[in-house]
C-alpha cells in the first residue's frame, strides 16, 4: 500500500483546508482498512485528526477538537479520501500526514502555512 | 488518556542501549504502539500491541508493559535509531506521547 498527498501549502486566514490522499494497492472501500489523518507542529506534537472507515456504509470519527470544522469525503472512483478542515487560524499551521488503518503505511505528508 | 514519556532526550552512543517510557494517565491495557521518526520523514510504526514488531522492524527493538507504564528498548543502537521515538495508544481519539529524542 502506498499513500500519495496533494494539496496546497498555504491557506488563508478563515478559509478552508483541503487536502488529498491518494492510495495505491488498496481500495477506500475496503471493509476492513481504515484512512486516517494526523498533524504534527512544534506546538501541538503529532495529533490525531480524524478517520473514515466502511462497513456496510461510511462511518467517522474525529478528535474532539475537529469535530466542529472538519471533513473527510471518501472518493471512491478516484480511490482517495480527503481532509477539509475550515475556519483555518495560524493554530492550524503543521505538517499533515495521511495513513492507514494501523498507521503502518504513512504519505509523505504535506507542510500546510496559515497565513494572509 | 494522557500519555507521558521520559526521557524527552537521550544522548547516546552506537551500540549503547537505550530505553524509553511511556506512561499512561489511564488502563489501556496492551493497546499502545511505538513510533520512530527521523528528521522530514513521516513516523514510523516499528511495534504494537506493547511488543509486537511491525514487519521489517529489526529484532534489536523490544518492548513491554507493567499495567500503565510501557517500555521500549533498543539494544545496540545503530547509526539509522537516532531520531525520535513516540508511543501512542492504539483506539480513539489516538494520542501520542510527546517524543523522546535520541541524538548522539
Known amino acids: 500500500v502506498q499513500l500519495h498527498q496533494s494539496g496546497p501549502g498555504l491557506v488563508r486566514p478563515s478559509q478552508t483546508l483541503s487536502l488529498t490522499c491518494a492510495i495505491s494497492?488498496?481500495?477506500?472501500?475496503?471493509?476492513?482498512?481504515?484512512w486516517n489523518w494526523i498533524r504534527q507542529s512544534p506546538s501541538r506534537g503529532l495529533e490525531w485528526l480524524g478517520r473514515a472507515f466502511y462497513r456496510s456504509n461510511w462511518s467517522f470519527d474525529y478528535a474532539e477538537s475537529m469535530k466542529s470544522r472538519m471533513t473527510i469525503i471518501p472518493d471512491t472512483a478516484k480511490n482517495q479520501f480527503s481532509l477539509h478542515l475550515n475556519s483555518v487560524t495560524p493554530d492550524d499551521t503543521a505538517v499533515y500526514y495521511c495513513a492507514t488503518h494501523y498507521m503502518d503505511v504513512w504519505g509523505e505528508g504535506t507542510t500546510v502555512t496559515v497565513s494572509s | 488518556t494522557h500519555l507521558t514519556q521520559s526521557p524527552s532526550s537521550v544522548s547516546a552512543s552506537v551500540g549503547d542501549r537505550v530505553t524509553i517510557t511511556c506512561r499512561a494517565s489511564?488502563?489501556?491495557?496492551?493497546?499502545l504502539a511505538w513510533f520512530h521518526q527521523r528528521p522530514g520523514k513521516a513516523p514510523r510504526l516499528l511495534m504494537y500491541e506493547v511488543s509486537i514488531l511491525q514487519s521489517g522492524v529489526p529484532s534489536r527493538f523490544s518492548g513491554s508493559r507493567s499495567g500503565a507504564e510501557f517500555t521500549l528498548t533498543v539494544s545496540g543502537l545503530q547509526p539509522e535509531d537516532f531520531g525520535i521515538y513516540f508511543c501512542q495508544q492504539t483506539f480513539t481519539p489516538f494520542p501520542f506521547g510527546p517524543g523522546t529524542k535520541v541524538d548522539v
Open positions: 489511564q488502563d489501556i491495557r496492551s493497546r
Open positions: 494497492g488498496d481500495s477506500v472501500s475496503s471493509d476492513t482498512g481504515a
